[in-house]
C-alpha cells in the first residue's frame, strides 16, 4: 500500500495528503467476466482514475465538490475522503480488455476473463 | 431550531430498556466523532439497509441537503416536504438486463427503496425548493425567508 502511494502522485501532491477510504464494493462473476460494482457517490468522470498495472487494480476517484467558504455544515455525515480502492488480479483476467463506465456514483468495472481459462473443445485428429 | 433527529437523546433516556454500557459508549462516540461513525454506518449498502447519508449546510440564503444516493435514476426520487420535515425517498425496480446467453448474471441491482427524513427549521419559502441529481448526489436547496436573513442596520452616529 505504502508503495503504491509513493508512486500516486495525487495523493501526495493535490491539496495536499487527503485522507482516502475504500468505497463499498462487490465483485460479481458471470460466464465471460468479472464485474466490480464500486460505489463513490459525488465522483465526477474527470476525477475517476483507474489504473491497471502489473496484477494491482487501482481506482481512484477524488471528490469533486467542496462546500463553499461561506456555508456552514450543520450535520455531516458524508466523509470528506476521497475513495481508493485496490484489488489483486489473478490469472483469470484479460488485462488488456477492462472497460470502466461511470454512471451517477456507481462505477461499473467489467474485466473480461483470459481466453486461456476458456473452456475449449479439443479436436481429435486422425 | 429543529435539526436533524437520527437517534434520540445521547445521553440515557428513561423509560427505554436499560443499554448496555457498550451502547451507551458507542453512542457517545457517533455524537463525539460524527464522522467516525457515519463511516460506520456506511451508507447505501452498510449495516443499516435503507439508510444513505445526509449532509446538512446553511449560509446567510439557504439551507442546503447533500445525500449520497448512487445509482438511481433521477425519475426515481422524491423529495417532498411537509410540515417542516424533508423527506427523501429513492425507489429502484430491479433493474435485470435480458440476457440470454449468461442467465447466472449475478450484476443486476436488486430492487432497492431507501428513505430519510429530515427536520428542518420552519423558516423557508416552501415555494423555491429545488433539487439536483448529479453524480450520485442530490442536492436540495431551501432558501430561507427574508426575515430570518440578518440585517444590516446603519446607525448613524450623533
Not at chain 1, 508503495?3 to 477510504?21: C, F, H
Not at chain 2, 457517545?28 to 460506520?40: E, H, M
Not at chain 2, 423527506?87 to 435485470?96: C, E, L, P, S, Y
Request: net charge neutral; charged share 30%.
Amino acid at each position: 500500500m505504502n508503495l503504491l502511494a509513493k508512486k500516486d502522485p495525487r495523493v501526495s501532491t493535490q491539496n495536499g495528503p487527503r485522507r482516502t477510504i475504500v468505497p463499498r464494493y462487490t465483485v460479481d462473476e458471470t460466464a465471460d467476466s468479472f464485474v466490480i460494482t464500486a460505489f463513490v457517490p459525488g465522483v465526477d468522470r474527470s476525477a475517476l482514475e483507474t489504473l491497471v498495472e502489473g496484477d494491482t487494480l487501482t481506482i481512484f476517484a477524488h471528490r469533486t465538490w467542496t462546500p463553499p467558504a461561506d456555508w456552514t455544515a450543520v450535520y455531516r455525515e458524508t466523509p470528506a475522503a476521497d475513495y481508493r480502492l485496490v484489488l489483486e488480479l489473478d490469472h483469470r483476467v484479460n488485462r488488456d480488455a477492462v472497460r470502466a463506465e461511470l454512471n451517477q456514483g456507481v462505477l461499473t468495472l467489467t474485466l473480461p476473463k483470459a481466453e486461456a481459462i476458456k473452456p475449449r473443445r479439443i479436436e481429435i485428429k486422425g | 431550531m429543529k435539526l436533524i433527529r437520527y437517534q434520540t437523546s445521547p445521553l440515557f433516556t428513561p423509560g427505554a430498556s436499560y443499554p448496555t454500557l457498550r451502547d451507551e459508549m458507542d453512542r457517545l462516540f457517533d455524537v463525539a466523532f460524527p464522522t467516525l461513525s457515519s463511516l460506520q454506518r456506511g451508507g447505501l449498502f452498510g449495516d443499516l439497509e435503507g439508510e444513505f447519508p445526509v449532509d446538512l449546510y446553511q449560509d446567510k440564503d439557504a439551507f442546503t441537503v447533500r445525500a449520497e444516493l448512487p445509482g438511481f435514476r433521477k425519475e426515481d426520487i422524491s423529495v417532498e416536504m411537509a410540515d417542516g420535515i424533508l423527506t427523501v425517498t429513492a425507489h429502484q425496480k430491479t433493474d435485470t438486463k435480458p440476457d440470454k446467453k449468461n442467465k447466472e448474471t449475478a450484476t443486476t441491482i436488486q430492487e432497492r427503496r431507501v428513505s430519510r427524513a429530515i427536520a428542518l427549521p420552519e423558516n423557508l419559502v416552501l415555494d423555491k425548493i429545488q433539487a439536483t441529481y448529479e453524480n450520485g448526489v442530490l442536492t436540495v436547496t431551501l432558501p430561507k425567508r427574508e426575515e430570518v436573513k440578518p440585517k444590516q442596520i446603519a446607525v448613524e452616529v450623533k
